[in-house]
Structures are given as C-alpha cells and as structure tokens.
C-alpha cells in the first residue's frame, strides 16, 4: 500500500522573492529620487536653471497625431536639426564675431534664420499676424514695452514713477506716446540697447559702430537674435534659436566647428508636419507662437510663452490640451563657452494624444479639388447675360463644401476654399512678408489694379476704415470682394439659402395643413399677394400649373411664396421657423437653446426669419437710419426736415450728455419694434429738451417747440412709419419662404438639415472627431462614434417622401435644375439648387459681384448615406455649384462606381487614393 504524501513545505524567501524584494528597492529608490527632483527639489532646480551657468534645456514634446477616418496621417511631427545660441559670459564677449561666421555657413548652404521680429526693414514697418487693426495696435505696444521703450517716456513725464504706478489716465498717456514711435525710431532705439551703434542710450562711444560696418540686413540679422535672447532671459537663460529645420549636412558642418563657435550648438526637436499640405487645412487649423493678447492665459498654464507653440485654430486649436503633451528637459552645467559639461536633472516629454477624425481624406480631396476647378471654369465664363440681366462670375474665388453621413452626423468633408498650408505655420523659420501679408494684410489697391480699377474705383470699393480712431491708411473691404485663406467658409459663412430652402416650406406648409402634397399654382411668373405686393421672376420664366413636387423639382418661386403667404394668414409670422428650428435653422430667441451644430471648432449660426429677430434687426437698422436723419437735420428723399440733431457719442460729451442719448436711442429702439410712438411723445419731448440745455453744441441756438416737434415728426417718419412699419410686412415671410430676406446659414448647417429630412426626420449633433486614443494609439480615451440625436423633428413619413420626390425631380426630370449636372450619373442621387443674391442687382452689378450658387443634395435616393451642401459665392446660379456634390458623390462612392458601374473617376478623385 502506496503510503500517502506528505505536503511540501513553503519556502518564504526563495531567489524569486529575493529579486522581487530587490527590484522593490530600486524602484522606491528611484521614485524616492523622482520626488526629491521634481517636488522637493523643484525650487531649488527652478533656481539653478535660472543661473548663467546653468542652463535648461527644454525637451518639447511631440504633438499628437491627428488621423483621418481610415487612420492616414494628416498632421504629424518630424524631427528637425536647430542650431541654437546660448549666452553665456564667453558666447556674449565674442558674439559680434562669431555671428557673421554663423551666417556665413547658413547662406552658403541654403539655409534661413529664424525671423519672426514683427519689426522689419526696407521699408521700416511691422508686420503683425492679425488682420484686426485694434489687434495690430496692442500687439505694437506690447512689443514696445517688453523690450522697455516706455521706461523712457515713464521717466520724462512722471518722474519717481514707475509704469506699474500710474494710473489708467497716465497709461494712456504713455501709450499714446509709444505708438507715437515711428517703426524706424523704435528700430534705431534698439540698435542702441543692443549695443549694435557703439553707444549708450546717453550718445557715449563704448564701442564699434556695427551699423558701419555691416549692410542693414546684416545688422538686422544680429539684432534678431540678440532681441531673442532678452525676451528668452525673462523665463530663465535658455538657448535661443537661431536656424530651424536644417539640413543634416549643414548641422554636421557645425557640428564640426562648434570649439571655434562660442554658445553655438545643434539641437533635434520635433516639428508639426502636415504631409498632406493644404488637404483639410480648415479643418485642422495651424499652430503658432502665442501671441502677445495670450500670454498672460498660457503663463498660467505654465507654457514659456516666447518658444512654445499652440494650436491656434481648427483641430489643433480646439483639443490643444489633449495634443499638446508634456514637456521634458534638464538642467545642465555649462562651460565659458555654453558646452554642457554635467548633466544635473533630466524628465522626458511625453507626446500628446492621438485624435483620429471623421474626415474621410478622399471626400475631402475632391471637395476641394471640385471646388478650385469649378470656381476656376467660372472666372473664365467671365460675365454673361440673361433675361434677368448680366452675372459677373470673375470673382468666383471663395467656397465651401460639406459631406455629412446622415445616420450619424459625422463630417466627412469640410472643405473651404481657398485654404492655406498649416506648414507655414509651423515652420520655426517664421512666415515671410509675403505669407504675412496674403494671410494677415492683403493688399486692397494691388488686388484693384489687378482687376483694372482706377484710383477712385479703389477708393470706392476699399475706403479708408474710419473706425479706426486717427487712421489714414489702412483700408477695408466693404463690398466683401477679397478671399481670406484662413477664414473657414465652411463653419462661418451666413449666407442666403436661396432655394435649397424650399424644401423646408414644404414641410412645413405640408405638416402644419396649409397645403397637401397636391395643392397647386398657377406660376406666371410672377407672385401677387393680393394685398398690393407684386413681384416678377424675369430670370425664372413661366412654369404654369405646378403642384408640391413639380414645384420643388423647377425651383418655382409664386408656389413658396404662396405656401409663405398661407402659414401667415392661419399661424402668423412665426410658423415656418417654427419647423425651421426643428431642422437646426436657427434656434428660438430665448429658449436657452445653444445655437450650435454640434461641432467642436468654432462655427457661426445662421437664423431663419422670425418676429422677434426681425424686430430687433429692423430697430438696430432704422436707429441709425433716424440717428443720420436728425445729424443732417432731413428725412432721406423726402422733404421733412428738422433742426440737426446728434445722437452719436463723441469723447468730449459730459456723462449727462451720453445718459440722455442713450435714453433718446432706447427709446426709438422700443417705438421701431412695437410702435408705441404716441403715447412716449411727451417722454420723447422731455429728453430732446434737456438735451439741448446740457449739449454745449446748441448753445445759442433757439430751439423752441415747433422745432422740437419737426424733430419728433422725423423720428416718427423714419422710425414709425418706415422702420415699424417694416417689421409687420408680408414681404418677409415672402422672402424667407424662398430663402431670401432675413434666412442665413452656414453651408454645415445646410447640410445637416438635409441629413436630417432624409434619415427619418432626426438631427444628429455634427461632429469631427471620432475618436481620442493614447499617444501610442492602443487605448480609447474617448469614443464619439455613437451618434448622439439633438432633436427627433416628429415629421411624417409622407412628408418626407413628397420632399424627396421633388428634391429628386430637380436631378432627374427634364425640366429639373441640375439634370444637365447628373445626366448618366449611374447612383441615384435628389437634391436642391439656390441661387442666393448678394445684395440689389444694381449693387452686385456696380461693385463686381454676383448671386451666391447653392447646390443640396444625397444619395442614394433608396437608401440615403450622405448629405452634402455646397456654396459658391459669385457663382450666379445654384446648378454652378452641383459640380462640386457630383464630385463628392464619386469620391465617396468610388468602389461601387470603379467595379459595379464601371465608371470612369476624375482625377481629382484617383489621384489622392493612389498616393
């Protein structure tokens, strides 16, 4: 009998728990050591790199990678060779001679310095990276100041005094004596501080005059870096950057020579690389170096404000947090001539995360390929002529492009043109003066003259901004003719519908009951109230009969008009934006409601026509209209006139004299909107009086109450009967049943309001963003690809098929308006055209421009998986824009198309899958 085994016994410590204990030990060790240099030491570090011979020396981290939907890189990093400058005692006594032999080797191998000091020469100016004149101003005293040009001024004119002492009067004061420094006198003061003239502030020779010696780019060159290195010592002495991106070669030739180059040295950092170029540049935005207005927030943040660069628009503006990642460095000792000699604490910077978007590249790259190709086609068309008269298409410059998929909200194509390259943004070299300026300060009278203006044309199209205080040279563009690359037309254009909007009014002339989807009308070209309103559609022609569907396929005007008319005489004004709000067209005022589609980047958001909106409009617009008629003291085009009166605030008004004007303003405000005019007479009377008693400009003058009843007879004119008036005319709901008037949108807001009639009637929150995983891309952070509903419309089904047959009569009927666009398109596709004014035909005519081309549309019609929405401005008609949707269309649907259809792709759509 086998006898039973006895259990081994346990052996507490054995080599496994003998290496486990000892690998225990070290790691406390190491964490104990962690915390003494990143917390307990923290100070004390703090301080050592702030010595001269101890030197930080940043480790920026990789920004996260940004990925389209099928995970192709748009926005990486790349490592780059900087050659950087660190002061020390040595470097600093040598610097004027070892410069030149640094700049030397840079040109004779091709490479550029790093140049962004707004101050430049040839001529004197600056050049600030901001197309807002206010911004400009406070950006060129904040340069002044931080290289201490006001301490002077400070001194002079209150002496014992300190910038930080003086109160808000006397600031102002300094300021205005700072931006009273011409650029060339700001420049020559700095040649002086930074020893570049031989002598001190007081005029004392203490040294060689550099400005002698050298050309005025040479000596530029130096005070670039040398301003570098003040604005880099108020974070601590650290290198400055003198080149970025080099060549390989050129670093290994510095590389070489650095015992004979004093505080030179070769660093290798990450840059933001967008490999892409200008693909989806709206989209994902550019970084750039914090600017001056931002400082003080990113400070906070614990950004060093003069190297690290942020994101500052787009995707990269919008989840900097998430892509920024965390810095690293050490703080090393350096020898007399900026070597590192020891090594004393080091972190390693972690990369940001990983974003991967909803943006399907091939979308996005035949939106905007359409997009250049279809505007470019059109400026050559040159100005042609129709019944409704001639449309100038030579400015068919700007556009935008939206695919969303319509189950879930997701953005495949954002496109806007033009757009821009994100590289030269984040090139460390700087922008040039000609990015600077086709970016930031376009050139008004270049772009009049190249289109053969004369100077009083210029002067008619682009007037010197007076609201600017002083200004005399910077001009603006008031008939909105030049494009902005960095604008993105596809988040922030408001423009008309047209008659993509027509859709809508059958909705809701369908759901409310004022019409079925057999109503018809007789179009004759024209629409008669009834009541006295009458307007022609000389360019549309005569439909004759059309019912809901045939007048949605041939875009007629009489039958919306109509339908418009009929919401009004049984709900009131506001029962088509009360479906319109359903449909993210708007938001109601005052509902608390976010006017937003949901996208993470900033957007604007258009308003469909309601009362309350059009009330507050019409009192912001004949306010100023009356505040004009009483400055000239006459009613525009009629003879009602009056002793002048001003309603505009002027520096020199005492407080009583502004108190009194705003209560006179408030209240033309409240009689425009609700026409109470007669029973605030004697309040009107009571204000015009004091006024007059406390503004000094009519001392003297007897004004007695026949005149102050001629000034309230003109406020009733312009206010009462033009103003009021206009807030309860016919002829607004009129228009905006066609999409004109008061309607505005952006082209994502269009397209979402198209994704959601034919999904079924649900809104879905738009989005760009899938998904956010760990640097190394393994982990899921945050998972958008849910779709999220904002708002279940509660429309019927019948409703929906009877505004999708007429969408797909304008594709596939004869008479439809983008047949001819689709004629042997093998995938079913519906859709709406818009054609959109400008402004009056006589304006668009005079100034160059024309009516806004607007194309709607999905596809398939059976089964719809994506919306699109395309706008062209100075497009004339809504079928110049269909083009672009077509294009979409193919890009998307490219395998079916290639291997069912057999069809014959674009390039515009090969050609970016084959790269």
Same mark, same amino acid.
Request: aromatic share 10%; with cysteine; net charge neutral.
């Given at each position: 009998?086998?006898?039973?085994?006895?259990?081994?016994?346990?052996?507490?410590?054995?080599?496994?728990?003998?290496?486990?204990?000892?690998?225990?030990?070290?790691?406390?060790?190491?964490?104990?050591?962690?915390?003494?240099?990143?917390?307990?030491?923290?100070?004390?570090?703090?301080?050592?790199?702030?010595?001269?011979?101890?030197?930080?020396?940043?480790?920026?981290?990789?920004?996260?990678?940004?990925?389209?939907?099928?995970?192709?890189?748009?926005?990486?990093?790349?490592?780059?060779?900087?050659?950087?400058?660190?002061?020390?005692?040595?470097?600093?006594?040598?610097?004027?001679?070892?410069?030149?032999?640094?700049?030397?080797?840079?040109?004779?191998?091709?490479?550029?310095?790093?140049?962004?000091?707004?101050?430049?020469?040839?001529?004197?100016?600056?050049?600030?990276?901001?197309?807002?004149?206010?911004?400009?101003?406070?950006?060129?005293?904040?340069?002044?100041?931080?290289?201490?040009?006001?301490?002077?001024?400070?001194?002079?004119?209150?002496?014992?005094?300190?910038?930080?002492?003086?109160?808000?009067?006397?600031?102002?004061?300094?300021?205005?004596?700072?931006?009273?420094?011409?650029?060339?006198?700001?420049?020559?003061?700095?040649?002086?501080?930074?020893?570049?003239?031989?002598?001190?502030?007081?005029?004392?020779?203490?040294?060689?005059?550099?400005?002698?010696?050298?050309?005025?780019?040479?000596?530029?060159?130096?005070?670039?870096?040398?301003?570098?290195?003040?604005?880099?010592?108020?974070?601590?002495?650290?290198?400055?950057?003198?080149?970025?991106?080099?060549?390989?070669?050129?670093?290994?030739?510095?590389?070489?020579?650095?015992?004979?180059?004093?505080?030179?040295?070769?660093?290798?950092?990450?840059?933001?690389?967008?490999?892409?170029?200008?693909?989806?540049?709206?989209?994902?935005?550019?970084?750039?170096?914090?600017?001056?207005?931002?400082?003080?927030?990113?400070?906070?943040?614990?950004?060093?404000?003069?190297?690290?660069?942020?994101?500052?628009?787009?995707?990269?503006?919008?989840?900097?947090?998430?892509?920024?990642?965390?810095?690293?460095?050490?703080?090393?000792?350096?020898?007399?001539?900026?070597?590192?000699?020891?090594?004393?604490?080091?972190?390693?910077?972690?990369?940001?995360?990983?974003?991967?978007?909803?943006?399907?590249?091939?979308?996005?790259?035949?939106?905007?390929?359409?997009?250049?190709?279809?505007?470019?086609?059109?400026?050559?068309?040159?100005?042609?002529?129709?019944?409704?008269?001639?449309?100038?298409?030579?400015?068919?410059?700007?556009?935008?492009?939206?695919?969303?998929?319509?189950?879930?909200?997701?953005?495949?194509?954002?496109?806007?043109?033009?757009?821009?390259?994100?590289?030269?943004?984040?090139?460390?070299? @700087? %922008?040039? !003066?000609?990015?600077? #300026? &086709?970016?930031?300060?376009? $050139?008004? =009278?270049? +772009?009049?003259?190249?289109?053969?203006?004369?100077?009083?044309?210029?002067?008619?199209?682009?007037?010197?901004?007076?609201?600017?205080?002083?200004?005399?040279?910077?001009?603006?563009?008031?008939?909105?003719?030049?494009?902005?690359?960095?604008?993105?037309?596809?988040?922030?254009?408001?423009?008309?519908?047209?008659?993509?909007?027509?859709?809508?009014?059958?909705?809701? @002339? %369908?759901? !409310?009951?004022?019409? #079925? &989807?057999?109503?018809?009308? $007789?179009? =004759?070209? +024209?629409?008669?109230?009834?009541?006295?309103?009458?307007?022609?559609?000389?360019?549309?022609?005569?439909?004759?009969?059309?019912?809901?569907?045939?007048?949605?396929?041939?875009?007629?005007?009489?039958?919306?008009?109509?339908?418009?008319?009929?919401?009004?005489?049984?709900?009131?004004?506001?029962?088509?934006?009360?479906?319109?709000?359903?449909?993210?067209?708007?938001?109601?005022?005052? !509902?608390?409601?976010?006017?937003?589609?949901?996208?993470?980047?900033? =957007?604007? +958001?258009?308003?469909?026509?309601?009362?309350?909106?059009?009330?507050?409009?019409?009192?912001?617009?004949?306010?100023?209209?009356?505040?004009?008629?009483?400055?000239?003291?006459?009613?525009?085009?009629?003879?009602?006139?009056?002793?002048?009166?001003?309603?505009?605030?002027?520096?020199?008004?005492?407080?009583?004299?502004?108190?009194?004007?705003?209560?006179?303003?408030?209240?033309?405000? !409240?009689?425009?909107?609700?026409?109470?005019?007669?029973?605030?007479?004697?309040?009107?009377?009571?204000?015009?009086?004091?006024?007059?008693?406390?503004?000094?400009?009519?001392?003297?003058?007897?004004?007695?109450?026949?005149?102050?009843?001629?000034?309230?007879?003109?406020?009733?004119?312009?206010?009462?009967?033009?103003?009021?008036?206009?807030?309860?005319?016919?002829?607004?709901?009129?228009?905006?049943?066609?999409?004109?008037?008061?309607?505005?949108?952006?082209?994502?807001?269009?397209?979402?309001?198209?994704?959601?009639?034919?999904?079924?009637?649900?809104?879905?929150?738009?989005?760009?963003?899938?998904?956010?995983?760990?640097?190394?891309?393994?982990?899921?952070?945050?998972?958008?690809?849910?779709?999220?509903?904002?708002?279940?419309?509660?429309?019927?089904?019948?409703?929906?098929?009877?505004?999708?047959?007429?969408?797909?009569?304008?594709?596939?009927?004869?008479?439809?308006?983008?047949?001819?666009?689709?004629?042997?398109?093998?995938?079913?596709?519906?859709?709406?055209?818009?054609?959109?004014?400008?402004?009056?035909?006589?304006?668009?005519?005079?100034?160059?421009?024309?009516?806004?081309?607007?194309?709607?549309?999905?596809?398939?019609?059976?089964?719809?998986?994506?919306?699109?929405?395309?706008?062209?401005?100075?497009?004339?008609?809504?079928?110049?824009?269909?083009?672009?949707?077509?294009?979409?269309?193919?890009?998307?649907?490219?395998?079916?198309?290639?291997?069912?259809?057999?069809?014959?792709?674009?390039?515009?759509?090969?050609?970016?899958?084959?790269?």
């Amino acid at each position: 009998m086998k006898g039973k085994k006895s259990k081994p016994s346990k052996k507490l410590f054995n080599r496994y728990t003998a290496l486990g204990v000892i690998l225990m030990l070290l790691i406390s060790g190491l964490a104990s050591k962690l915390i003494v240099l990143q917390v307990v030491n923290a100070q004390q570090y703090e301080e050592t790199a702030n010595n001269k011979s101890h030197k930080l020396i940043s480790e920026p981290a990789s920004r996260g990678v940004i990925v389209d939907k099928n995970g192709t890189e748009l926005a990486t990093n790349v490592p780059s060779y900087m050659l950087v400058f660190t002061e020390t005692e040595d470097s600093d006594k040598s610097f004027f001679e070892t410069m030149p032999q640094v700049f030397k080797i840079l040109d004779d191998n091709g490479e550029s310095q790093v140049d962004d000091f707004e101050l430049k020469i040839n001529p004197f100016r600056f050049e600030f990276k901001s197309d807002d004149p206010a911004v400009r101003k406070n950006w060129e005293l904040r340069f002044k100041k931080d290289r201490g040009l006001d301490e002077e001024i400070v001194r002079k004119l209150y002496k014992g005094k300190t910038a930080s002492e003086l109160t808000d009067a006397q600031k102002k004061v300094v300021d205005d004596e700072l931006l009273k420094l011409t650029p060339e006198e700001t420049y020559n003061r700095l040649l002086t501080q930074y020893g570049l003239t031989g002598k001190d502030s007081s005029g004392k020779v203490v040294g060689e005059d550099l400005t002698k010696k050298y050309s005025p780019e040479e000596v530029r060159r130096l005070l670039v870096i040398k301003d570098a290195v003040k604005m880099e010592s108020f974070s601590g002495y650290k290198p400055v950057t003198i080149a970025a991106n080099i060549k390989q070669s050129t670093a290994f030739i510095f590389l070489q020579k650095l015992s004979s180059l004093p505080g030179i040295d070769v660093q290798v950092q990450p840059i933001r690389n967008y490999p892409l170029g200008t693909l989806a540049s709206n989209v994902l935005g550019y970084i750039s170096k914090i600017n001056p207005s931002q400082q003080e927030k990113y400070e906070e943040k614990g950004y060093d404000v003069s190297t690290d660069y942020v994101g500052t628009s787009g995707i990269e503006a919008a989840f900097e947090d998430r892509l920024k990642g965390a810095k690293g460095g050490k703080i090393v000792e350096v020898n007399k001539s900026g070597r590192t000699i020891n090594e004393l604490a080091q972190k390693l910077p972690a990369q940001g995360q990983k974003i991967q978007l909803t943006i399907d590249k091939d979308v996005q790259y035949a939106a905007e390929q359409a997009l250049d190709r279809t505007m470019a086609s059109l400026r050559a068309q040159g100005i042609t002529h129709d019944d409704g008269g001639s449309n100038n298409m030579t400015n068919a410059t700007r556009g935008a492009a939206v695919c969303i998929d319509v189950k879930t909200g997701a953005v495949l194509a954002l496109a806007s043109r033009p757009g821009f390259n994100p590289n030269d943004f984040a090139d460390p070299r @700087g %922008l040039t !003066s000609d990015e600077i #300026t &086709k970016y930031f300060n376009p $050139d008004y =009278e270049a +772009f009049g003259k190249s289109k053969g203006y004369d100077q009083q044309r210029i002067n008619e199209l682009f007037p010197v901004d007076t609201s600017i205080q002083g200004n005399t040279t910077i001009r603006k563009d008031k008939y909105d003719l030049i494009a902005k690359p960095l604008y993105n037309y596809a988040t922030f254009s408001l423009t008309p519908p047209g008659s993509t909007f027509k859709p809508l009014t059958a909705i809701a @002339g %369908l759901e !409310s009951g004022v019409v #079925t &989807k057999d109503t018809t009308v $007789d179009d =004759e070209g +024209f629409f008669n109230d009834g009541k006295g309103f009458k307007t022609e559609f000389k360019s549309d022609g005569v439909h004759g009969v059309v019912n809901l569907v045939s007048a949605i396929g041939v875009s007629s005007n009489p039958y919306f008009m109509r339908v418009g008319q009929l919401l009004r005489s049984q709900y009131g004004d506001d029962k088509l934006a009360d479906y319109a709000w359903k449909f993210g067209l708007g938001v109601k005022p005052n !509902s608390g409601v976010k006017p937003s589609t949901g996208i993470e980047i900033p =957007e604007n +958001f258009g308003q469909v026509f309601n009362s309350w909106s059009a009330k507050n409009m019409y009192a912001t617009q004949y306010l100023y209209a009356t505040m004009e008629a009483l400055k000239n003291g006459k009613e525009p085009n009629k003879g009602a006139s009056c002793t002048p009166i001003d309603l505009y605030e002027h520096d020199s008004d005492s407080s009583d004299v502004k108190s009194l004007k705003s209560q006179i303003k408030d209240m033309v405000r !409240s009689s425009i909107k609700d026409g109470n005019f007669d029973k605030d007479k004697a309040q009107y009377k009571t204000l015009i009086t004091n006024l007059i008693k406390a503004d000094p400009q009519y001392s003297g003058k007897n004004i007695g109450d026949t005149q102050i009843n001629n000034i309230l007879q003109l406020i009733y004119n312009v206010a009462i009967s033009t103003g009021h008036y206009q807030t309860n005319m016919g002829t607004n709901i009129y228009n905006a049943s066609i999409g004109q008037g008061m309607d505005q949108f952006t082209p994502l807001q269009l397209a979402n309001y198209i994704a959601t009639i034919v999904n079924g009637g649900n809104r879905y929150k738009v989005h760009l963003v899938d998904k956010i995983y760990d640097a190394d891309g393994k982990n899921v952070l945050v998972d958008n690809s849910k779709p999220e509903i904002v708002e279940q419309t509660g429309i019927s089904q019948a409703t929906i098929e009877a505004v999708k047959e007429g969408m797909h009569e304008v594709v596939n009927s004869q008479d439809g308006t983008a047949n001819k666009v689709f004629q042997g398109f093998p995938i079913d596709t519906a859709g709406k055209t818009g054609t959109a004014t400008y402004s009056s035909k006589e304006i668009q005519d005079s100034v160059g421009r024309s009516s806004f081309g607007v194309y709607v549309g999905f596809a398939p019609y059976d089964n719809p998986q994506i919306a699109v929405a395309v706008v062209i401005f100075d497009a004339a008609y809504g079928a110049n824009a269909a083009p672009v949707a077509k294009a979409m269309y193919e890009a998307y649907f490219q395998d079916e198309l290639k291997t069912k259809y057999n069809y014959q792709l674009p390039d515009y759509v090969t050609a970016q899958t084959e790269n």
